[in-house]
């Protein structure tokens, strides 16, 4: 065992000792002096045994890669949001360097709901069978997470040439705003690594963009009456049909539109609009007094978000007879994300991995925001997003593993520590 491990526990105050055995007694096998040498398998089983769906509290979760991490040398900084309940963690070891030399290994860790009748075992116990591990986040994303929980422990902060950390996020599921809210409270003056891993399931392709995802609302509003008086009231749900066709008209557009990335997306080459949810009106014998239509805009990764938002607003106003009567609202805005081929860290990634395409994905992270802190972002990380989301989610243990052995190399070429 590792003199400083054993240091920690000794240390480790009464609070601590408590949530340590929250964080042990969740699987009756690992006892606490299991910490020391835990292995990738048993990070990801305490992950994934520890329900971090987006609409609870990610406390427990949070406090259990604190655990995991928590050792002399490691800073720790928590971005809480204002309910207390949802945590960003920045966990950081090594020198701080002004050139912002390092690695970051970035992660979300809540997860999307299982509730799903397929599913053919708990899909908050790790499940291991024909060479693939099953569970609630084994592709999206604990497996990363937990391998880049153990590279972490695997590095001594006195060792390291340039710093290691360690980001994890909340609420990545529901748009990543847990990304958004940290960097709505970040110190610019801070220095952290420029070079990011987010581990999104790519199947170990480097991936250096992706499409956004803005959604958005219209709400209509009239007046309402009994049917029988029509003089007494104004319609919400009849100009819903001029606000629908424009949306279509710009779906339409979208369409036909090329982009410079556009090469990159072989299957949808294009930014994407869809009408997705309606409501309006009461009672069959009532004028409608409101009509609402959301949807969701896939912009390419080169496109901006805030310059959508203003074209799309404009020409929704100007399809009803009272815009007075229109209000438009953004409900949330994850934007694309693009790094330049030339970013030292997507070059040393490609490099290793002896890849020469660049692939593009359909699918928003929280790259699109940590872009916007001048992190150099990657999508790179194992198991697939089509069994994301999806009941019976899977992970080839063999692909984990070689994830693994590469993650180690990386942080030794990126931070030039040794475990
Ligand atoms: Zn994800």
């Given at each position: 065992m590792d003199f400083s491990r054993t240091v920690f526990f000794l240390v480790v105050d009464m609070a601590k000792a408590y949530r340590l055995r929250a964080c042990s007694q969740r699987e009756g096998s690992v006892t606490i002096g299991d910490m020391a040498t835990l292995s990738p398998r048993d990070i990801l089983e305490r992950l994934i045994t520890?329900?971090?769906?987006?609409?609870?509290?990610n406390r427990p979760i949070a406090d259990c890669v604190r655990e995991l991490t928590d050792e002399p040398g490691v800073r720790t900084t928590e971005f809480v949001d204002e309910s207390g309940e949802k945590i960003n963690l920045l966990i950081e070891m090594g020198p701080v360097r002004e050139d912002r030399a390092g690695l970051i290994l970035c992660g979300h860790l809540d997860v999307v709901p299982a509730t799903e009748p397929e599913w053919q075992s708990n899909p908050f116990t790790l499940a291991e069978h024909d060479g693939h591990y099953y569970g609630r986040?084994?592709?999206?994303m604990k497996g990363f997470v937990a391998l880049a929980i153990h590279a972490f422990r695997s590095q001594r902060a006195s060792t390291l040439s340039a710093p290691l950390a360690l980001l994890l996020t909340a609420d990545e599921e529901l748009g990543s705003r847990g990304a958004q809210r940290m960097l709505e409270i970040w110190d610019p003056s801070r220095i952290i690594p420029k070079a990011t891993i987010i581990g999104e399931p790519t199947s170990l392709w480097a991936v250096r963009m992706h499409k956004g995802h803005l959604t958005m609302r219209v709400t209509l509003r009239g007046r309402a009456a009994h049917?029988?008086?029509?003089?007494?009231g104004l319609n919400a749900i009849e100009p819903a049909a001029a606000i629908l066709n424009t949306l279509a008209e710009l779906r339409y557009e979208y369409e036909s539109m090329r982009t410079g990335?556009?090469?990159?997306?072989?299957?949808?080459?294009h930014p994407v609009l869809n009408v997705a949810r309606i409501r309006g009106g009461e009672a069959l014998n009532v004028i409608p007094e409101s009509c609402v239509i959301e949807f969701g805009v896939r912009l390419m990764p080169d496109q901006s978000p805030e310059v959508a938002i203003e074209i799309i607003a404009d020409r929704l106003r100007r399809?009803?007879?009272?815009?007075?009567?229109v209000t438009i609202e953004l409900i949330n805005n994850n934007p694309p994300m693009l790094l330049d081929e030339n970013a030292p860290i997507y070059r040393s990634l490609t490099h290793q991995l002896g890849q020469y395409e660049t692939v593009g994905v359909s699918f928003a992270s929280d790259g699109g925001w940590l872009a916007r802190l001048g992190l150099e972002t990657v999508l790179w990380g194992p198991?697939?997003?089509?069994?994301?989301?999806?009941?019976?989610e899977v992970l080839s243990v063999d692909e984990f593993h070689r994830a693994g052995s590469m993650l180690e190399e990386l942080v030794a070429t990126q931070c030039g520590g040794g475990p």
């Open positions: 520890i329900d971090s769906t987006s609409h609870r509290s986040g084994v592709a999206d049917s029988g008086s029509p003089h007494l990335v556009s090469a990159f997306f072989n299957t949808v080459p399809s009803v007879l009272d815009p007075g009567a198991g697939t997003i089509e069994v994301a989301h999806r009941p019976n």
